[in-house]
């Protein structure tokens, strides 16, 4: 909660910014995010061990290898139901290692993986801080999606003319990839499905939908693979993989030159 301090001059309310740094390459975070995490009076990164700095953690010290970080060690043990205590548990515990700076007012910047407004663990943070102060402030940095970095490096037009696009998840299996094909969704792009690979791509095979999905796993990060999705199919990915299901068009897609000038 935020009150007076110990001379009993009113304090400022904190500030808690989620900040998205981008899918991996350090290249990808953007200058608002660049100057968000130089400004903040303290930067935090979620991770597993604390001894271990985390994905988004990594991404910010491959721009600004001196700043400064606090770890926050979370449940990261996925989000099925049988997790869901654990992870709710987790963000109580950062939220209260929060709750100390923010009643000082300071302006805390929390790093996530990509958006923090897409599949991020930052609103839940945000949900837990304010169940104890209600007055924080809180706002986000954008950043670059997997699948926007994915569609870039695969040289995939993702969308065009009127076409529209449904972001599915994969976690427990290709059930929502089917839902998606049945609406007829011109566009899919699915996240969270790495050990659902082979069963995602018979369902696009079976649904003539096969040609032209790429799978992106660890973009930007050790270990990264980018390739047809058919060629992929033989095996699960990483959980950090993202698939694009381009639109089925009649007439061929439009064909942007694959990035050859890509900086690296
Ligand atoms: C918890 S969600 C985070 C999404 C993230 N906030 C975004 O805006 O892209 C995790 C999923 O995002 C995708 N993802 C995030 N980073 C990725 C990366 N470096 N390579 C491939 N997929 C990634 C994967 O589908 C992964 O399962």
Do not use: C
Not at 92 to 99: D, I, K, M, P, V
Not at 147 to 165: I, K, N, P, Y
Not at 185 to 198: D, L, Q
């Amino acid at each position: 909660m935020t009150g007076p301090d110990a001379a009993g001059a009113p304090v400022a309310p904190g500030r808690l910014t989620g900040v998205g740094v981008g899918p991996g390459d350090p290249g990808l975070l953007t200058r608002r995010a660049l100057d968000v995490l130089a400004r903040a009076d303290r930067v935090v990164a979620p991770t597993t061990s604390p001894d271990e700095a985390g994905r988004a953690e990594a991404v910010v010290r491959g721009a600004l290898p001196d700043l400064e970080v606090t770890r926050l060690p979370f449940d990261m043990t996925g989000d099925g139901a049988g997790g869901a205590a654990a992870r709710q548990a987790s963000h109580r515990a950062a939220a209260a290692r929060l709750l100390p700076w923010l009643a000082a007012g300071e302006h805390v910047a929390f790093v996530t993986l990509g958006d923090p407004n897409i599949y991020s663990t930052f609103p839940s943070l945000v949900d837990a801080v304010r169940q104890h102060d209600p007055q924080v402030a809180v706002d986000t940095v954008p950043g670059i999606t997997a699948f926007q970095e994915l569609a870039s490096r695969s040289a995939t037009v993702l969308l065009d003319g009127t076409e529209s696009l449904a972001l599915v998840t994969a976690l427990d299996g290709p059930a929502h990839l089917a839902e998606a094909l049945d609406r007829g969704a011109s566009a899919i792009v699915v996240y969270k499905g790495g050990r659902h690979v082979p069963a995602l791509a018979s369902l696009l095979r079976r649904a003539d939908r096969l040609e032209g999905a790429v799978l992106g796993e660890l973009l930007g990060l050790p270990g990264e693979r980018i390739a047809p999705l058919a060629e992929a199919a033989d095996g699960p990915a990483s959980y950090l993989a993202t698939v694009i299901v381009p639109p089925a068009r009649p007439g061929g897609s439009p064909s942007p030159d694959p990035g050859s000038d890509r900086p690296t």
